[in-house]
């Protein structure tokens, strides 16, 4: 007999003679009472056992953390919180967990040690609900670029490429690192590497993207991308997915209203298809809250964050317009901010990014025209020649989500801004091919998948979101 999923049980329509579901002991309680979880669905399907009529060895057998197989009738459940229990008749143990030793005990954990545990923390409610919800999101990502006639593009993890110029890269080489061959120079003989050249994980596959647009019009990537700057903070992660669509003859509105598009279309979907999960992951973020001093508390439930950014458009505020108000703000003038904005042409710190959209205009905010000289190489100059069309979107409780611009597509200038910051022209060859035969204006974003997670399950800690985080220092499982 084929087993049915624990959701499948729960949502069924009728009682059913028999019955069989496998999965994970929660809890057994009064040698009688089994929660068990099969990671279908957040809920737990209550299953009755027989205690007078199983032997003693095997309700030993019963304990948190062990495989289960069940068989049995499928009634309606005389206890509160559920309607329909598994009244069990057949009970096989696949595989046994040592009740003393089993690391996720059905109790409160903190998220630090089931972060050490990353391997078992998917086997508690929070990590079982955040991972559907992931799962749901990246698929609500394809759903909608696809309905929009986007080709999924799937650029280079190893490049010789640094596209965001910022050098924060992982080298990918095969050489001995105890024993690296010298050219005359005496400089590393890269030549004799793997690929016969300096080689990165990449930090951001746009580049690549967008000689893909200048074909197939509209294209979005969705990857795995590494960056290597020490950045130990609860928003950064070594290796994150970032999804990038560019778009041939998008301007920088456009661009704008794309991603704000976007990001409306995956929170509704996920809203629609991961309710149970998401009413569990309010709970959770109540509970957390309530921990915290009432000025720090947020005013909305997780719920209600979501739909506010369904509900109401983006804020869109210029560079120059955000400096201002960050001038004048009280954090600034009574030097509460670690970074204090005195002048235009300020990069602006996370701090900042959080007043603007917490406490100034408490809705999400789009920010436009940087000044170039804190932005990367490849984004389209103003005619005023010192801001760049770059947009970054700002979320609260997050800070920075995407980062994107409209790009320069105008081969002399492009060539001379590399020049300036002194970009390998000859590295970037294929790069610059695009901007030589039949260049046009386009647009692009990146938006960092776990942060959009971040947001939507109410989660604070980026570690959290992801299955395996890879961090400075840590890289275990
Ligand atoms: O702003 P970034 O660096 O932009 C780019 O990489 C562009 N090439 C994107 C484009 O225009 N196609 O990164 C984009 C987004 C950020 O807004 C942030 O959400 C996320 O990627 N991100 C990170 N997420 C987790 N950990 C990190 N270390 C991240 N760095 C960036
Ligand atoms: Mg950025």
């Known amino acids: 007999m084929r087993h049915t999923k624990v959701k499948s049980l729960l949502n069924s329509e009728t009682t059913i003679s028999e019955v069989n579901a496998k999965g994970w002991v929660r809890t ?24 007078e009529n199983t032997p003693e060895e095997t309700l030993k057998r019963i304990t948190t953390g062990a ?8 009634v309606e459940s005389k206890g509160a919180g559920q309607k329909y229990e598994i009244q069990v008749s057949k009970l096989e143990i696949l595989g046994d967990s040592d009740a003393e030793k ?7 954990h903190s998220l630090e ?79 004799k590497d793997f690929f016969g050249k300096h080689t990165n994980l990449t930090v951001s596959g ?21 960056r290597a700057e020490n950045s130990n903070t609860s928003r950064h992660l070594a290796e994150f997915w ?34 149970e999960d998401l009413k569990f992951l309010e709970g959770r973020l109540a509970d957390e809250e309530k921990q915290k001093p009432q000025a720090e508390r947020s005013e909305m439930s997780l719920l209600e964050k979501l739909n506010f950014v369904l509900e109401n458009n983006f804020k869109r505020v210029s560079y120059t317009e955000a400096i201002d108000i960050l001038r004048d703000s009280t954090p600034n003038k009574k030097k509460k901010f670690s970074y204090i904005i005195n002048e235009w042409g300020a990069d602006l710190q996370s701090e900042h990014e959080r007043y603007l959209v917490e406490k100034h205009f408490k809705c999400p905010v789009i920010l436009f025209d940087y000044p170039a000289n804190i932005k990367a190489f490849y984004m389209r100059l103003n005619e005023d020649g010192k801001t760049v069309r770059a947009m970054d979107i700002l979320f609260p409780g997050i800070g920075e989500i995407v980062g994107g611009s409209q790009r320069e597509e105008r081969y002399d200038v492009l060539v001379e801004k590399m020049k300036a910051l002194g970009i390998d022209e000859e590295e970037l060859w294929w790069y610059l091919d695009t901007r030589r035969f039949g260049s046009a204006v386009h ?30 220092q840590n890289a275990e499982f």
């Open 28 to 51: 057994f309680r009064n040698n009688q009472f089994i929660a068990l979880n099969d990671g279908s669905t957040i809920n737990n399907i209550q299953c009755v056992v027989d205690f």
């Open 443 to 472: 647009s692009g974003f990146g938006l960092g998948f776990e942060r959009l997670v971040l947001f939507v399950t109410g989660m604070t800690n980026i570690r959290d979101v992801i299955p395996f985080p890879r961090t400075p």
């Open 102 to 108: 089993f690391p996720m005990q059905p109790k409160k």
């Open 113 to 191: 040690f089931l972060r050490e545990n990353a391997h078992l923390r998917v086997r508690t409610n929070a990590f079982g609900a955040i991972m559907r919800v992931r799962s749901v999101l990246a698929f609500a990502v394809h759903q909608y670029f696809q309905e929009k006639g986007f080709v999924y593009v799937n650029t280079p993890v190893i490049t010789g490429a640094d596209a965001e110029g910022a050098g924060e890269m992982f080298q990918v080489t095969s050489l001995p690192l105890d024993n690296l061959p010298k050219n005359e120079g005496g400089n590393i003989d890269y030549k």
């Open 67 to 74: 495989a289960v197989s069940v068989t049995g009738a499928l």
């Open 242 to 275: 970032m999804i990038e669509p560019e778009v041939a003859f998008n301007d920088l509105n456009d661009n704008m209203d794309l991603a704000e598009d976007f990001i409306q279309y995956v929170i509704k979907y996920t809203m629609d298809k991961c309710s």
């Open 206 to 226: 746009q580049l690549e993207g967008e000689t893909f647009a200048m074909a197939l019009g509209q294209i979005y990537t969705f990857g795995p991308t590494f």
